[in-house]
């Protein structure tokens, strides 16, 4: 007799909606589904489409102006009935939720040991001791370098990756029987990402955890998620088990979903067959050359009366030459010195040494008003457009600003150039005066690459640029540079934590590691035969949409603790061999592999993965 399971946690026929000045509106419209013990249920679909909502709702989270009907229920509680003293004794310890995200989840003036201790106190019968060590442990298992530390430390000193991987650890602390993850793995690194899969599938592995899993990447849904529902406009559209879903996937935009998604195993996608090739005769040293660029800052190290100063060596000796019209990929995980190197080119971070030359003249030393010439062939569309757009100000004279400072064009001449470059990057003419929280953030992203491209600049840094866009947003996004690109003879510097998305869009790409390049190589040469080792365990780690594949892959684990950027040895961790045989704070030398693919020094990858 074939056992009966009993669902931990079902929703019948709920429907949600919001009270708005434009009426009322329908965000969850009558949605039905279950997880069983042990079960991890993808729920997958684009910003908007009503995904976070239902488990708000379940959380008792709901906005003032939100109402829910129908019936949720939680090993056996009724959780839309519940008082909220009703639902503190059950949600924390034994339903918990990873938010999407965690500066706005994190109390700002409580450190991170004191927010954790308030979970521990109210769900767990620990002594203090007990607790602090607990703490560190998660924070060390979420692969924190220098947890003690941290503990003591407010959400603003830490990175966006290490915020949410706080979360992650509160979320985990009480072992709870079900996990609501809200995009959970969305701002980290692709190493970091996998050990965080690793730790929710090991929790529903080992205690039974019920997970459910909020995200628009196909990737994670295919590795961690036992079924799947595809919800669109507040509804499901479709729903089953993840290998029918992705193998034979019926409905219109769940084919999109999939399609959309950029995959580290697939080199001949569209994006790449549009890039504008580049004349290789042409030497980058006469365009944009950074020689040898080192950016450190002091950091104070302790307090009482003696507080010491450590240099920390955000960028450590940087060279690379872009040709025009050419796009190079910057790669690395958080803390590697992607943006700060970034902002060094444009003269944003002064250098502490090295130089950096545009169409061969160098921009260190220059003055405020020299360099604001400049600046009109240099710009950049950072990561968060809608903290980068002033609030105040409506789309149209947001995208107008560079003009204002750059042109001498009267008012409706400007007005005119930008309409059309609205027009150009798919931003409706209508609107023009409305302001960013207004607009979705695929909408703001496209008002931040118009503000750059309006002055028609010759280099654009794209700065994490689509890293927080759903995937079919993220694809009119890439294809939306490369056909500017293609119309404005572009260079790019293009950086990013997701190495599928670098594969589509670069020519050449140069991978950091701690502020120092460790590979450097044309895209194709890169994939096809990465050589050093942090570059194999980057591309290892990357989810591909196929849970056939993606189930069978094994990720590179190079064992030891992540290393301080603070620590002077820290460089060597893929070279252990000169520990003993250099004089401290030795340095990998980047040496030619092979015509145009330089590599670091490195130990051999067995001899890494061998030690204790």
């Given at each position: ?39 991890c249920v993808g729920i997958v679909g684009e910003s908007g489409s009503g995904k976070s909502q ?472 890169l994939y096809a035969n990465p050589v050093h080792p942090y570059t194999q365990q980057l591309i ?73």
């Open positions: 007799m074939t056992e009966i399971i009993k669902p931990i946690f079902s929703v019948d026929d709920l429907r949600i909606s919001f009270a708005t000045h434009d009426g009322e509106v329908e965000a969850v419209k009558g949605v039905s589904f279950s997880i069983n013990p042990g079960e239902t488990f708000m709702a379940a959380m008792g989270l709901l906005a003032k102006n939100g109402r829910a009907k129908g019936d949720i229920i939680f090993q056996g509680h009724h959780l839309l009935s519940l008082s909220t003293a009703e639902l503190n004794r059950v949600r924390g310890k034994n339903m918990s939720m990873i938010f999407q995200d965690p500066l706005t989840s994190l109390t700002p003036h409580l450190t991170i040991l004191e927010q954790m201790r308030e979970v521990s106190s109210l769900h767990m019968d620990l002594s203090r001791e007990e607790t602090d060590r607990l703490c560190a442990q998660w924070l060390d298992r979420v692969r924190i370098a220098e947890s003690k530390r941290r503990l003591n430390q407010y959400p603003h000193e830490l990175s966006g990756g290490m915020r949410q991987r706080v979360m992650i650890a509160m979320s985990m602390l009480c072992q709870p029987s079900l996990l609501i993850a809200d995009e959970p793995t969305t701002a980290l690194d692709v190493t970091v990402q996998a050990e965080i899969l690793d730790l929710m599938d090991e929790l529903k592995r080992e205690s039974g955890t019920a997970i459910a899993l909020i995200t628009h990447d196909m990737g994670v849904m295919a590795r961690m998620c036992d079924r799947l529902h595809v919800m669109r406009r507040g509804e499901y559209v479709e729903e089953g088990l993840t290998e029918d879903i992705f193998y034979n996937p019926q409905h219109d935009y769940t084919k999109m979903l999939i399609d959309s998604m950029p995959r580290i195993d697939s080199p001949d996608r569209q994006h790449n067959k549009n890039q504008m090739p580049i004349d290789e005769s042409v030497s980058g040293a006469d365009f944009l050359k950074v020689d040898d660029v080192k950016v450190h800052f002091d950091v104070t190290v302790g307090g009482g009366l003696w507080p010491k100063k450590l240099p920390l060596k955000a960028v450590d000796g940087v060279s690379f030459e872009l040709r025009k019209g050419e796009t190079l990929g910057i790669v690395g995980e958080s803390g590697c010195g992607k943006s700060t190197l970034a902002r060094s080119v444009l003269q944003l971070i002064p250098p502490s040494a090295g130089s950096v030359c545009w169409l061969g003249k160098p921009l260190n030393g220059l003055k405020k008003e020299e360099l604001k010439d400049k600046r009109k062939d240099l710009q950049i569309v950072f990561q968060d457009p809608l903290a980068s757009l002033d609030p105040r100000m409506t789309i149209a004279d947001s995208i107008m600003e560079p003009l204002q400072t750059f042109s001498s064009l009267s008012r409706s001449e400007m007005k005119e150039e930008v309409l059309k470059m609205m027009d150009r990057v798919g931003l409706d003419r209508n609107m023009q005066n409305r302001y960013p929280h207004e607009l979705s953030g695929g909408q703001n992203q496209r008002v931040g690459i118009a503000r750059a491209m309006i002055v028609k600049p010759k280099l654009v840094i794209c700065d994490e640029a689509v890293s927080a866009l759903d995937v079919s947003v993220q694809a009119q996004i890439i294809q939306l540079l490369m056909d500017l690109q293609q119309e404005f003879q572009l260079s790019i510097l293009f950086i990013s934590h997701d190495l599928a998305v670098v594969r589509e869009v670069s020519h050449r790409i140069m991978v950091l590691y701690l502020g120092r390049v460790i590979e450097l190589a044309k895209s194709e040469d290892s780690a990357v989810p591909v949409p196929d849970p056939k594949i993606e189930r069978e892959r094994k990720a590179i684990k190079i064992p030891g603790e992540l290393p301080s950027p603070m620590n002077p040895d820290a460089q060597l961790k893929f070279l252990p061999s000169k520990l003993k045989t250099e004089k401290k704070g030795y340095l990998p030398k980047l040496l030619e592999h092979s015509p145009g693919h330089f590599v670091a020094e490195h130990d051999a990858l067995d001899q890494l993965l061998a030690q204790d």
